[in-house]
C-alpha cells in the first residue's frame, strides 16, 4: 500500500506541476462561479422586493433550470480527458514504463496510484464546488443540506468514473490526443448504450444499467439508492481491471486467448453483479432532502400499506394508437421507472405488457392512411418502424379485458391478487403519463372499503355529467382523457333518478340548476337522502328560486331573487371573480394558496344565498362577492346593452352576499356535508378553461376543495408536501456585490496565479 500511495503522490506532483491542471480548475471556477452568481443574485433582488423565496437550495444547486448541478454534470466530461490523457501514455512515449517494469512494482500498484491520484485531482473539483455550498449554507436561512451533499458525491463518483475510463484509455496508447479522443468515444458509447437492444428483455437490462448518462441526477435531486452507488463502484472496478490486465500484456506476453478470459470474466462478472443491483428487492434508498420530495407522500404511502397480497400492472398498448409510443418495448425501462418510486414500497409489483390492435380514434393516422384496413394499417405501420414482436388482434385478448369503455386507448389495469380491478389512463396533454396524484388515486380504488360513488340527478334539465356541451360538466367529472377529472382522481359517477329513493352507496348526490319542478314523491326520496346523512353538492341559477328553494327547504337556506352585478369597466357586470373568505382559507389546503398567488373563482351569473338562522346546520361562507358596489340587479338583465343601476325601490340592496356556503352537522356518529353555490357555471365545460383579460381564474380549487370535502378526504389524493424552510437570505444586495466579485472573479484568478507561480518555480529550478 506504501508503495501505491507514493505513486499517487509522486503523480499528484506532476499533474499540479502541469500548467493543464491550474488551467481546469481555473476555467472549472470561473464557470461554476458564473452559473451560480446568476442564481444568487436573481434570489437577492427578489429578497430585495420583499417577495419570499421557495425552494431556495434546490433553486441554486439541483433545479433543471437555475441550479449548477446539472450543468456542471453536464460539461465535466469535457475535462477528465485534458487530465487523463498522457497519464499512461507519456510513459509509454517517453520510455519510463520501461524503468517501471525493472522496478518491484506490481501493476496493480502502478494503475491504482495512478488512479488514486486522479481521484484526489477529482476531489479537489469538487471541494471547489463545495466553496459555494459552504457560503450557501452560511448565507440561505435553513439550507437544505443533504441534497447540497449528495449532489456533491454525486459529482465525484461522476468524475471517479470519468477517471477510471480516461485511464484505460490512456494505458492503451503512448499519443496524448488519440487517448483523449477515445476517452470521448466511450463516453460516448456509453451515453448511447440506453438506447441499444431494448427490445430484447435481459439484454436492455445490462445495456439500460451500463449508460452512465443521468447516472448522478438521483444524487443531484437528494437520493442515494445502492443501485447508483454499486454502479459508480462497479464501472470503476471494471476499467481499473481493464488498465491492469492492459500492463500485464505488455510486461508480460500472454496468448489472445488468456488476455480475452480474462477481459471478458471481468466483463461478465460486472455485468451480472449490475444486473442484481437493479432487482427491486436488493435496492435501497435513503432520501435526504428536508421535504422527503424523492420519495412518495405519506398518504401514498399509507395506500401502499394497505395493498396486500400479490400486485399486478398490465399495460395494454394498442399499436393504433396516438400514446402507443409510451408503452413500446424500446421505452420499457423509462416506463416502468415511472413506477419507481411505488416499486420501493411494493418490490414484488409485477409489469406484463400487452400489444394488440384495434381501430380507435387516431387523427394522424386518417389523414396518413386514409384508404387503409386496421389490418393494413398495422402492416404499413409495422414494417416501417420495423416493429419485431408480437401484435395481437383484440378478439385475442377481449376474454381477458374489456377495453371497449376506454375508446381502446393505450391503458393499464391494475389488478390486485384478490381480483379486484381498476383502470389507470393516459391524458391528453403535454406529459401524457399520470403522475403520483393519479397513480395513487387507481390504487386507492383498491384497497378502499367502499368507493366514493357520485350520483347526479337527472331527469328536470339538470347539468349533465357526461354532457360536452358548453353547460355541461364532463370535462371535470367523467372525461377520461383529462388528467383532473374527479374519474382520474378516484369517484365513480352514476345518473340517479329521484323517481325512486337513492340507492346506498351514493356517498355523495349533486343536483345542479334543475329547471323543472320536482314532484312531491321526488321531492320526498331527495329529503329522504338528506335526512340520512350522506353527502350532497346544489347549485342554482339566477332565477331558478322557486325551484331551487323547494328542494333546499331541509337545510335552511334560499337564493336571493335577482343577479349579483358589480360596477367594473374591464368585465361584465354579472361576471364574478371572488377570493376565498378567511373561512375559505381555512376550509381547505386547496383554497389556502389563492389569495397569495392572486387567484379568483369565477361566477358568471350568480344569484346570492341566504341561510336562515333556524338552519340545523353550521354554515361557512366560503366566497362572496364584495361589500361595495355589488348588488342583486331586479331588473336589468340586459347587460350588454344596458348598464345596471342600483335602485332600491324595487328591493336592490347593495352589499356582500354569499354565493358558496358549506352546511355541515352530526347525524348520528357521520359529519353530513351539504356545499351550495349560486351558481352552475363555474364547474361547467366553458368556464373552466375560458380565459379572461386581468383575471387569474381558478375554479379547479374550488373543484378539488368541494370533492375532497365531500369525499371525507379520501380523494382526491393529498399530495402535498411540507412547505420550504429555506425561503430567505442573510445578505442583501450591498453584501452580496463583494462575494459576487470573490465568487466569479477573485477564486478563478487565484487558482490561475498559483498555477503560474508554480510554473516559474519549476522553470526556475
Known amino acids: 500500500m506504501k508503495t501505491t500511495l507514493k505513486i499517487a503522490k509522486t503523480e499528484l506532483q506532476v499533474l499540479f506541476y502541469s500548467p493543464v491542471a491550474w488551467l481546469v480548475l481555473m476555467i472549472f471556477t470561473f464557470q461554476i462561479g458564473y452559473l451560480f452568481s446568476a442564481s444568487y443574485a436573481g434570489m437577492v433582488q427578489l429578497q430585495s422586493m420583499k417577495i419570499d423565496l421557495v425552494n431556495a437550495t434546490e433553486s441554486l444547486f439541483s433545479s433543471a433550470w437555475g441550479g449548477i448541478y446539472p450543468k456542471v454534470q453536464s460539461y465535466l466530461y469535457l475535462y477528465m480527458p485534458l487530465l487523463t490523457m498522457s497519464i499512461m501514455s507519456r510513459e509509454y512515449s517517453s520510455g519510463s514504463i520501461k524503468l517501471l517494469y525493472s522496478s518491484p512494482i506490481t501493476n496493480s500498484q502502478i494503475i491504482l496510484g495512478k488512479y488514486i491520484a486522479l481521484l484526489l485531482f477529482g476531489l479537489v473539483l469538487t471541494l471547489s464546488v463545495s466553496i459555494l455550498v459552504i457560503f450557501t449554507m452560511g448565507t440561505v436561512v435553513h439550507a437544505d443540506i443533504g441534497p447540497m451533499m449528495t449532489g456533491l458525491l454525486g459529482l465525484f463518483l461522476l468524475l471517479s468514473a470519468y477517471a477510471a475510463v480516461g485511464l484505460f484509455m490512456s494505458s492503451l496508447t503512448s499519443y496524448n490526443i488519440v487517448a483523449a479522443i477515445g476517452t470521448l468515444c466511450v463516453f460516448a458509447m456509453m ?27 438521483t444524487f443531484i435531486a437528494g437520493l442515494i439508492t445502492t443501485e447508483d452507488i454499486l454502479y459508480f463502484i462497479l464501472v470503476n472496478t471494471l476499467f481499473v ?53 424523492n420519495t412518495l407522500r405519506p398518504s401514498s404511502q399509507a395506500i401502499m400499506a394497505k395493498l396486500n397480497g400479490g400486485f399486478k400492472i398490465t399495460t395494454y398498448v394498442n399499436m393504433l394508437d396516438g400514446n402507443s409510443f409510451i408503452g413500446l418495448p424500446s421505452s420499457y425501462k423509462s416506463d416502468v421507472g415511472s413506477f419507481e418510486k411505488y416499486i420501493r414500497f411494493k418490490p414484488e409489483i409485477e409489469m406484463e405488457y400487452v400489444y394488440y390492435y384495434h381501430q380507435t380514434e387516431n387523427p394522424i393516422l386518417d389523414r396518413q392512411f386514409p384508404k387503409l384496413n386496421t389490418e393494413q394499417r398495422l402492416d404499413t405501420l409495422r414494417k416501417f418502424n420495423k416493429w419485431n414482436f408480437e401484435i395481437l388482434p383484440y378478439d385475442a385478448i377481449k376474454k381477458e379485458v374489456d377495453l371497449s369503455s376506454e375508446n381502446y386507448r393505450f391503458v393499464r389495469v391494475l389488478e390486485r391478487e384478490n381480483g379486484r380491478r381498476t383502470f389507470l389512463r393516459v391524458y391528453d396533454d403535454m406529459q401524457r403519463v399520470p403522475f403520483e396524484s393519479e397513480i395513487s388515486a387507481a390504487i386507492k380504488r383498491l384497497v378502499m372499503d367502499e368507493l366514493p360513488v357520485v350520483g347526479f340527478v337527472s331527469g328536470h334539465g339538470e347539468r349533465n355529467s357526461n354532457s360536452t356541451q358548453d353547460r355541461g360538466y364532463k370535462t371535470i367529472t367523467q372525461e377520461k382523457a383529462f388528467r383532473y377529472s374527479m374519474i382520474n382522481q378516484g369517484f365513480d359517477f352514476k345518473e340517479i333518478d329521484l323517481s325512486k329513493p337513492v340507492p346506498e352507496n351514493i356517498n355523495i348526490l349533486i343536483i345542479a340548476e334543475p329547471r323543472q319542478a320536482y314532484n312531491d314523491q321526488e321531492l320526498s326520496n331527495l329529503h329522504s337522502y338528506i335526512a ?22 331541509p337545510l335552511g337556506v334560499t337564493l336571493e331573487p335577482g343577479v349579483l352585478v358589480k360596477k367594473q369597466e374591464a368585465l361584465q357586470p354579472d361576471l364574478l371573480t371572488l377570493k376565498p373568505t378567511k373561512a375559505g382559507e381555512d376550509f381547505s389546503y386547496y383554497l389556502k394558496p389563492m389569495t397569495r398567488r392572486e387567484e379568483v373563482v369565477t361566477m358568471s351569473g350568480t344569484a346570492g344565498i341566504l341561510v336562515s338562522p333556524q338552519s340545523t346546520f353550521q354554515s361557512k361562507v366560503l366566497f362572496a362577492s364584495d361589500s361595495t358596489g355589488t348588488w342583486n340587479e331586479l331588473e336589468n338583465i340586459n347587460f350588454i346593452d344596458r348598464t345596471p343601476l342600483l335602485n332600491t325601490a324595487v328591493g336592490e340592496r347593495e352589499g356582500s352576499r354569499p354565493t358558496v356556503v358549506a352546511l355541515s352537522r352530526k347525524v348520528g356518529k357521520k ?29 379547479f380549487s374550488l373543484v378539488s376543495a368541494a370533492f375532497s370535502w365531500l369525499s371525507d378526504g379520501e380523494v382526491p389524493v393529498d399530495m402535498r408536501l411540507p412547505d420550504s424552510i429555506d425561503k430567505s437570505l442573510r445578505i442583501g444586495e450591498s453584501s452580496w456585490t463583494y462575494f459576487e466579485l470573490l465568487i466569479k472573479y477573485i477564486i478563478p484568478l487565484g487558482m490561475l496565479s498559483a498555477g503560474i507561480i508554480i510554473w516559474i518555480r519549476r522553470r526556475g529550478r
Open 532 to 553: 340520512s346523512g350522506r353527502n350532497m353538492m346544489l347549485a342554482g341559477e339566477p332565477g331558478q328560486e322557486a325551484i331551487f328553494n323547494r328542494i333546499a327547504s
Open 241 to 293: 481491471s481493464y488498465s491492469i490486465f492492459r500492463l500485464q500484456a505488455i510486461r508480460k506476453k500472454q496468448s489472445a486467448g488468456k488476455n480475452l478470459l480474462k477481459f471478458g470474466g471481468i466483463t461478465l462478472a460486472i455485468f451480472f453483479i449490475g444486473y442484481l443491483t437493479t432487482l427491486p428487492f436488493v435496492k435501497l434508498y435513503y432520501d435526504s432532502t428536508y421535504r422527503k420530495s
Open 191 to 217: 451515453n448511447f448504450a440506453r438506447g441499444l437492444w431494448q427490445d430484447i428483455p435481459f439484454v436492455r437490462e445490462i445495456t439500460y444499467w451500463l449508460a452512465i448518462n443521468g447516472r448522478a441526477d
Open 671 to 699: 359529519e353530513q356535508k351539504i356545499l351550495v353555490t349560486g351558481d352552475a357555471d363555474w364547474i361547467s365545460n366553458s368556464e373552466l378553461f375560458i380565459k379572461r383579460n386581468q383575471v387569474n381564474a381558478s375554479n
